[in-house]
């Protein structure tokens, strides 16, 4: 199957769902509205909301009955993950001018903007899943979804992973003294909260909403945790000339990451070995997110 078609088709209907969600904000002060599309708008390669699409159709009905089962989730994870870079890139953080090849979000508006648009794009997010779940799905897979994007998203997730990303630079060397383990072991904690978590938070909940039994739901959580690790390094091999602190480039050769990498892919796709043909382009999209060249 051609994976760039699969996501070529969905992602103007993502655009769409993440385009209604302004089109009935009437009273926003402009500036925020602005700043909160600035980075959605273009967006990047939505890969989060294509995932959360591909495992609700791997595990539901035939779309289109399980894509718009699952673009709640797929709203909501664009809008946290565009939160994530907004804040990334600020001063106080990675201190990044670019993003995209355009001015992020702290340039192109100001700091406190930045800082404003990224919490409510956060709060939008919640709102998208609740409002837009039922009756579609449901309410315990709502409130599952709900829940593990609140995981993802939060303190033992992105934000903690970030913590953990800022502080991680200054200790580079050898075991860590704070008892934290390795520097392997804390560099695979800070991929999988940083990056995975919210992959997971995508295609489980994607899953979850369109239908998915307790142990599919296990299964995929599994999947998502390997193949967001994977990506992760896979974006440290196509940004080996950034100095990002957290990159597993520091620690071990390129071809050893690209073979690690390899590793956690096949792992992941073990993981569903069992799920029936409508899981392929799922599969695919897992190939492509580790496997891509830019
Ligand atoms: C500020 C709480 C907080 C967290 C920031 C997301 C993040 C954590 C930092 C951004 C930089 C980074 C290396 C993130 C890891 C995840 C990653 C590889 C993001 C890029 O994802 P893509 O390639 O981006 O899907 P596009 O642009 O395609 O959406």
Known sequence: MDVHAYMAERTPLIDAAIEARFANAADLPERLRGAMRHLLFPGGKRLRPVFAIAAAEAVGAPSPAAMYAAMPIAVAVELIHTYSLIHDDLPCMDDDAIRRGRPTVHVAYDEATAVLAGDALLTEAFAALAENSAP??????????????????????????????????????????????????????????????????????????????????????????????????????????????ASILRLQGTEDARLGAEGLLECALSRIEDLCERAEPLRELARYAVRRKK
């Open 136 to 245: 579609a799905s449901d309410a315990e897979a709502v409130l599952f979804s709900v829940r593990r994007l609140a995981e993802a998203a939060g303190a033992a997730g992105l934000v903690g992973g970030q913590v953990d990303d800022l502080s991680y630079s200054s200790t580079l060397s050898g075991p860590d003294a704070s008892g934290a383990g390795t520097d392997h072991v804390r560099l695979a904690s800070i991929h999988a909260r940083k990056t995975a978590a919210l992959f997971s938070a995508a295609v489980v909940g994607g899953a979850a909403l369109a239908g998915a039994s307790e142990s599919e739901r296990e299964r995929l959580e599994a999947f998502a945790m390997d193949v967001g690790v994977a990506f992760q390094i896979a974006d440290d091999l196509l940004d080996a000339d950034s100095d990002e602190a």
